[in-house]
């Protein structure tokens, strides 16, 4: 038997992916977020060898088989006439970052306009041009603008305000295309109005996410410290999942998420400022600029 990850956008067709695998498998109910929820302990438990894990590709070394599935979405062929549209307008290089449903188109993007385009292999994601709500790495080119071929803000809102560049998001089945400038204001506004309430907070939950590829054990013990220091009532939590049922039951001020960067992105669902280790040396004024949190220490 095999253990079978689908993420929530996937798990309505049930029927298809059990008839596709056509073995004996069973499918996670917890929720699975990015290739850094990997379940190998509920594996571990049931005495399976190998985890089918769907939509995310690796993002650090299991120690079981996992097998990735990314579908790669079809995209509009005149997505090529923009993006050749925005080459033109440009001096020099444009770069291209996408996400894991898109990874071939950006390869057959980088192949048509060869040195025109930029694509870079990021540190964690590891595809070409691969970005992820905890990794821009791929987005630090030397272009002066960004094109991001995918749907939802996040990504290319994350790649904007950590690079500065300007980035166009490229929706590459309908070819909506969105200038993120304003909406990474209004994310800023937003995790401004965070920081801001931390500041005022007197008691705080310090969250260490429990699954490996979200165990950042040096902010945790980094954002603790500095609270201490600050004469703060510091609270140590630790858990997989970090939702407002959960969380709010606390009854704290604050949290801090040493987790997965992209949970403060879900802040109008908790009644209290969530903010990142970064947002939270900034609240303390051990920081001057905003910067995206990302994961940078390996510590699995
Ligand atoms: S830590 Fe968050 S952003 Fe990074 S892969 Fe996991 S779910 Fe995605």
Known sequence: MKLVELPMGLRRYVKDISRELGEEIIFLGDPVYGSCHLYEEIADFLGLEEIIHYSHTP???????????VNQLSYS?????IIEEEIRSESGKVGV?????????????????????????GRLARGLGQVLG??????????????????????????????????LSL????????????EAERFLKMRFHS??????????????????GQFRMRDFQMSVRLL??????????????????IIEEFGLDCYVICACPRIVDEQPRFKKPLITPRELEIAFGRRDEYVM???SEVEW
């Open 97 to 121: 970052i996408t996400n894991a449903q898109f990874l071939k188109l950006a390869y057959e993007v980088k192949k048509r306009f060869k040195d025109r385009v930029e694509l870079k292999r």
């Open 195 to 212: 920081i801001f309430r931390a500041k005022r907070s007197n008691s705080f939950g310090v969250i260490l996410g429990a699954m490996r």
């Open 293 to 295: 949190d990302e994961i």
């Open 171 to 182: 929706n590459p089945v309908t070819c909506e295309q969105i200038n993120v400038e304003k």
């Open 59 to 69: 993002f650090y070394t299991p120690n079981k088989r996992v097998v990735f599935k």
């Open 228 to 245: 201490q220091e600050e004469g703060k009532e510091v609270f140590r939590i630790v858990s997989k999942v970090i939702s407002p049922e």
């Open 77 to 81: 062929e005149d997505v090529f006439s």
């Open 134 to 167: 905890c990794d821009f790495s791929a987005a630090r080119v030397e272009s002066r603008k960004l094109i991001f071929l995918g749907d939802g803000l996040f990504h290319p809102i994350g790649a904007r305000i950590s690079t500065g560049k300007e980035v």
